[in-house]
């Protein structure tokens, strides 16, 4: 067998136009070639599916691979050039068996909303319509018709954070090579809920956890391939926003429509269950001291309105200046992005102290610029690998450096990113089990990589472009109500 593997993969959030502009190619990592194989071995998509193909012994034609963080809507001509990348590698090799893809499934391009349907709608001009098309994808995607329709079949994440990457994209690999063997005849359906929903973590004793178990004992009846529950990604505005549940099965449509309308009623009269009460950063420092006076430490307290694993700047200051008032000896903060602080930092060089104004570059959303008296105490240059969510990947937030503003170290990098573990604490010399207030940049993926060490975790909200008040967002492109911005919106399934 040979199977071709690809990746285009963009979280878009579409308000973010306004605050950091369009997204463009230079955003992007871009792989070609055997290129792809350096991901062998890393927990993610790509990497699950070059480890399965390898395991079964089937040959790989790696084409091209594109990659950006969350960030505004993709340029026309980045998409358009990566899309026939992918389509003239397909032309290059007319031999293929079948073809597996790393997507995301909430992306969008300058005049193509649904970039992920356009994508596979453009593949299946080239492959035609019954080689097997598979993808993995993450489970924010907002899934459309197009993309049921004409994909094989769909793997998304059934976890978040998202650790079982590289078991979806194993799947993928699995059903393309049963579909070739005809051993099953994938048919797919879609229920679709209009339903905005806030950063639902996966982990024990959350909601979600109980959807996925009624996933899995669906998955466990015959016939069923998968079923899986896309949250959706409510920070675009698309015709397709919403949380979307998508169930395979081998050749039984019917089987299919009913398991997907199962779960959906499920999540519909659950609904209400997914609105969780959070913290303003100043309640969360309050809080934090309580927990701390009576022994509880590391207190992690994570800012979800400033993600940028959802597209945000990454330089908002509501939660970093809470911790800063309050001053409790031993807190520790990653990642602020701020590259001309980095650089004035470094100017400076470690062991100096220097008067710095940090964060709130991208206007007043995300918080104020912070006027600090900041101590130079580490220079890095922003390279880990990450331990647990995507483990293996090799994550560059470029120069970097550990500043202490009183009794608080902060860390400031080059480009955004979420704080996925521990590993830029320790680039640092941070020992985060020796803090006693850990706060960082996540709406849920912090969580693999701090479960085990924290003693409670807060969540912080305040404004910002993934903040867990998704009322605060208008989608216009949505045809109908959207639940719980119109609280009337009502529902049932066909």
């Known amino acids: 067998m ?9 979280e878009t959030n579409t308000y973010a136009v306004d605050v950091t502009g369009y997204t463009e190619r230079h955003h992007f990592d871009v792989k070609c070639g055997n290129e792809l194989l350096r991901f062998a071995g890393m927990r993610t998509f790509l990497g699950g599916m070059i ?3 390898n395991r079964r012994g089937i040959e790989i034609v790696p084409i091209f691979s594109a990659f950006a963080p969350p960030s505004g809507i993709i340029k026309t001509d980045v998409y358009l050039e990566f899309r026939e990348a992918i389509l003239k590698g397909l032309r290059d090799n007319p031999d293929i068996d079948a073809l597996v893809l790393e997507i995301h499934g909430a992306g969008v391009a300058d005049g193509f909303p649904d970039m992920e349907g356009d994508l596979i709608t453009a593949i299946r001009e080239v492959v035609g319509p019954t080689l097997p098309v598979t993808a993995a994808l993450d489970l924010h995607g907002n899934i459309s018709l197009a993309m049921t329709t004409q994909f094989t079949a769909l793997f998304g994440n059934h976890l978040y954070p998202h650790t079982d990457s590289a078991d ?6 699995s059903a393309a090579v049963d579909a070739l063997n005809a051993t099953t005849k994938p048919v797919t359906e879609l229920v679709s809920l209009p339903i905005l929903l806030q950063a639902s973590t996966t982990d024990e004793g959350f909601p979600a956890a109980e959807m996925n178990k009624i996933c899995s004992t669906i998955e466990s009846r015959p016939g069923v391939i998968d079923c899986t529950v896309f949250h959706g990604f409510p920070f675009t505005d698309t015709a397709d926003v ?23 009623q499920w999540i519909w009269d ?11 950063p100043d309640s969360a420092m309050l809080v934090a001291a309580s927990l701390i006076a009576g022994g509880k430490r590391p207190i992690v307290i994570n800012d979800t309105s400033d993600n940028p694993g959802g597209g945000t700047p990454g330089d908002g200051t509501h939660l970093l200046g809470a911790m800063l008032e309050h001053q409790i000896p031993g807190s520790a903060f990653a990642m602020l992005c701020d590259p001309i602080a980095v650089k004035e930092a470094i100017s400076a060089g470690v062991g100096n102290s220097i008067e710095l104004t940090i964060g709130g570059r991208h206007g007043p959303l995300h918080g104020p610029p912070l006027k600090v008296q900041a101590k130079i105490r580490t220079i890095s240059d922003g390279r880990i690998f990450l331990t647990h969510m995507m483990r ?3 994550l560059n937030v470029g120069p970097a450096v550990g500043i202490r503003v009183g009794e608080v170290d ?4 080059s480009q955004p990113s979420q704080t ?18 850990v706060g960082l940049k996540s709406s849920a993926h912090f969580r693999a990589g701090f479960n085990h060490i924290a003693a409670e975790i807060l969540c912080a909200d305040s404004p910002g472009l993934t903040t867990l008040d998704v009322t605060n967002f208008t989608h216009a492109a949505f045809t109908g109500k959207l639940w719980p911005t119109d609280p009337n919106t009502e529902w049932t399934h066909s």
Do not use: Q
Request: contains cysteine; charged residues 25%.
């Open 2 to 10: 040979k199977f071709a593997i690809a990746s285009l993969a963009h």
């Open 51 to 53: 480890d399965e193909c």
């Open 168 to 173: 979806r994209g194993a799947e993928a690999v």
């Open 242 to 264: 919403g949380v979307h549940v998508v169930c395979t099965t081998d050749n039984d449509r019917t089987l299919a429509k009913e398991c997907a309308n199962e779960v959906a």
């Open 270 to 280: 659950s609904r209400e269950r997914f609105t969780t009460e959070s913290h303003t």
């Open 392 to 394: 293996g990947y090799p």
């Open 410 to 413: 902060v860390i400031l990098t």
């Open 420 to 437: 996925f573990d521990s590993e830029i604490f320790k680039l640092h010399g941070i020992d985060t089990s020796e803090c006693s207030v």
